[in-house]
């Protein structure tokens, strides 16, 4: 790896996707160092073919081989750049396990991420899709990102705001051939302002003896809640292979909305992005239409929750991307509605 990077050929993904999924990259290039890119992207293949930026792969289904080169980031470190003794940025390389990142920051006593513990995936993704768990999103933290821009050739800084951040959703998800995120700044407290109203944490906490409502209460102690409880409601992909939630939850405009909640009083629904909007729950419409615990074959929907699908062993791509199509459609013709993946979809379009 003396040139920052290490390039293989017909390099197997399967043990590089959460889903356990079988495909092969024509090419794989392993980055360790950022300042590698801009040579990198002298070659032909980087330069004009499409490119996959490959994280842990957890919020990925291969529905086919990736057609051009997979480029895997694999720089690991973590350091506070700023310190005013009430907050910290702190700069973590996009090759940073995100669990092991926000247990860092939970043991340098700064706060903000306890909600998103025990998230699959890297730090260089988290902005992608703009990740989200238990009432925080991770675009409350970030202070920027820096990025390889592949059009000008040049790594460059977008503040919070250009990142143009919203619900699973951002600049990078929207355009992904244009940036490559090599490392996130965090603003990050060092006062707890804990996010406890979402469903679960509260009767966690109690359940662990905390008094939730007590001044005392550590961000370390909200994370614990948390990993516990994901440990208990999703399926492990080391034991089944998945992508956690498999659909975002639509949000739709209030004309929409009123009619459903008028018709099906127990379907939850939540403000939108807007006033005039309003976001449904997509797990409560699939259950609605029957789908937890169903299996074609190896593809199936977990049996726990309605918006993961799993592989239960050998079940291909196409069979999953298959299965995930018959489950929107259901729910479009019962219910009106349309749902969209939230994974990144592999040699196919939805
Ligand atoms: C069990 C389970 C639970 C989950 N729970 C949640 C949850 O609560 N909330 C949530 O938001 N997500 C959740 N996810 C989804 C997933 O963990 C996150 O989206 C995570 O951020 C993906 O990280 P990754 O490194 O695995 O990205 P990958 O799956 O490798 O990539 C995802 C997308 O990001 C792009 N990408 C990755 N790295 C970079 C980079 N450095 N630069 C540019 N583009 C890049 C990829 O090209 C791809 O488009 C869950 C997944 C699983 C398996």
């Known amino acids: 790896m003396s040139a920052g990077y290490r390039i293989s050929e017909r390099a ?43 994280g842990g792969g957890s919020n990925l289904l291969f529905a086919g081989d ?36 926000v247990l860092w920051t939970l043991g340098h006593g700064l706060c903000g991420m306890e909600n998103l513990a025990l998230i699959p995936g890297t730090v260089g993704a988290a902005p992608i899709q703009n990740i989200g768990a238990y009432g925080v999103e991770v675009r409350d933290c970030i202070h920027a990102v820096e990025a390889f821009d592949r059009r000008s050739g ?16 951002s600049l990078f998800k929207r355009d992904p051939e244009h940036y490559i995120v090599t490392s996130v700044e965090f603003v990050l407290s060092r006062t707890p302002k804990l996010v406890l109203d979402y469903a679960g944490i509260q009767d966690e906490l109690h359940g662990m003896g ?8 550590r961000a370390s102690q909200v994370a614990e809640a948390v990993i516990r409880i994901r440990r208990r409601k999703l399926p492990d992909p080391a034991v089944l292979g998945n992508a956690g939630s498999f659909f975002k939850n639509p949000i739709v405009p209030v004309a929409v909305a009123a009619p459903l909640q008028a018709t099906h009083p127990a379907l939850p629904m939540f403000r ?57 459609d259901s ?15 592999i040699g196919a379009t939805w």
């Not at 040049?154 to 959703?169: E, G, K, N, S």
């Not at 905390?210 to 209460?217: E, P």
Request: hydrophobic content about 45%; some cysteine.
């Open 272 to 328: 939108g992005s807007s006033d005039d909007t309003r976001k449904l729950s997509a797990a409560w419409l699939i259950d609605q239409c029957g789908w937890k615990g169903h299996r074609d074959g190896d593809a199936g929907v977990s049996g726990s929750h309605a918006l993961v699908l799993v592989n239960h062993g050998h079940a291909s791509g196409a069979a999953l991307l298959a299965l995930a199509r018959r489950i929107a």
């Open 66 to 101: 990736p057609p051009g080169a997979v480029l895997s980031l694999t720089a690991q470190r973590i350091g506070i750049v700023a310190d005013d003794g009430a907050t910290a940025i702190v700069r973590a390389d996009a090759g940073v396990g995100w669990h092991d990142f």
């Open 210 to 217: 905390l008094d939730s409502t007590s001044q005392d209460l």
């Open 154 to 169: 040049t790594l460059l800084r977008l503040d919070r705001q250009a990142c143009a951040f919203a619900y699973r959703d």
């Open 331 to 345: 729910v479009q013709s019962r219910f009106g509605v349309a749902i969209e993946p939230e994974p990144r979809i």
């Open 12 to 54: 197997r993904l399967d043990a590089r996707n959460t889903f356990g999924i079988s495909a092969t990259a024509p090419m794989l290039v392993e980055v360790q160092d950022a300042a590698a890119m801009p040579e990198l992207f002298g070659y032909a293949m980087l330069r004009d073919g499409p490119v996959l930026v490959l």
